[in-house]
T-cell receptor, first 111, second 116 residues
Framework: QQQVKQSPQSLIVQKGGISIINCAYE??????FPWYQQFPGKGPALLIA?????SEKKEGRFTISFNKSAKQFSLHIMDSQPGDSATYFC??????????FGKGTMLLVSP | NAGVTQTPKFRVLKTGQSMTLLCAQD?????MYWYRQDPGMGLRLIHY???????AKGEVPDGYNVSRLKKQNFLLGLESAAPSQTSVYFC???????????????FGPGTRLLVL
């Protein structure tokens, strides 16, 4: 049973547009929600993370929105750039558990 | 610092052959992980270790074995490779595991394995 559902699988956005990737989880015990970014041929790297005590976290052009009641969180990339083209993974964990990753979203930002 | 390194970068095996993937980290992290990445499947945890001499099963451990004899190294073994093990394997490490700031996982560059 997949515990973190990520959508869409792929996304094409024009340069300057807003990219939005959504994740939903089932386990209400999850208390840490990171996003990882992976460029082709590289390993994933932490992009931004949020905890359920806040509804939004912003770092530069990247924002996580968190809706605890809906058990959803999303990544917004403002002013998307071709250099943002990558695969994005949401994940979740609870307490001292390992991370559970979503299946990933391949983002292409067209020039 | 090199961070997390993986050896080899690419390998082709025949069905039934064995091999060991090596992961090394120079960040003095306690926790290490092995994942496999397949198209449309995301990152799936194979095995992990919470410290030298310890290992634990992840989501997809069958067909793999691991060892953590030294804190900085985490080995992933395939005793009898199968075509279903064709994948990209990533090693990661973290200072801790949980909900603190130190739980960030640092990934290696990956090993591409093709089993014929």
């Amino acid at each position: 049973q997949q515990q973190v559902k990520q959508s869409p699988q792929s996304l094409i956005v024009q340069k300057g547009g807003i990219s939005i990737i959504n994740c939903a989880y089932e386990n209400t015990a999850f208390d840490y929600f990171p996003w990882y970014q992976q460029f082709p041929g590289k390993g994933p790297a932490l992009l931004i993370a949020i905890r359920p005590d806040v509804s939004e976290k912003k770092e530069g052009r990247f924002t996580i929105s968190f809706n605890k009641s809906a058990k959803q969180f999303s990544l917004h990339i403002m002013d998307s750039q071709p250099g943002d083209s990558a695969t994005y993974f949401c994940a979740a964990s609870m307490g001292y558990s390992t991370l559970t990753f979503g299946k990933g979203t391949m983002l292409l930002v067209s020039p | 610092n090199a961070g997390v390194t993986q050896t080899p970068k690419f390998r082709v095996l025949k069905t039934g052959q064995s091999m060991t993937l090596l992961c090394a980290q120079d960040m003095n992290h306690e926790y290490m992980y092995w994942y496999r990445q397949d198209p449309g499947m995301g990152l799936r945890l194979i095995h992990y270790s919470v410290g030298e001499g310890t290992t634990a099963k992840g989501e997809v451990p069958d067909g793999y074995n691991v060892s953590r004899l030294k804190k900085q190294n985490f080995l992933l073994g395939l005793e009898s490779a199968a075509p279903s093990q064709t994948s990209v394997y990533f090693c990661a490490s973290s200072y801790s595991m949980g909900t603190g700031a130190t739980e960030t996982q640092y990934f290696g560059p990956g090993t591409r394995l093709l089993v014929l």
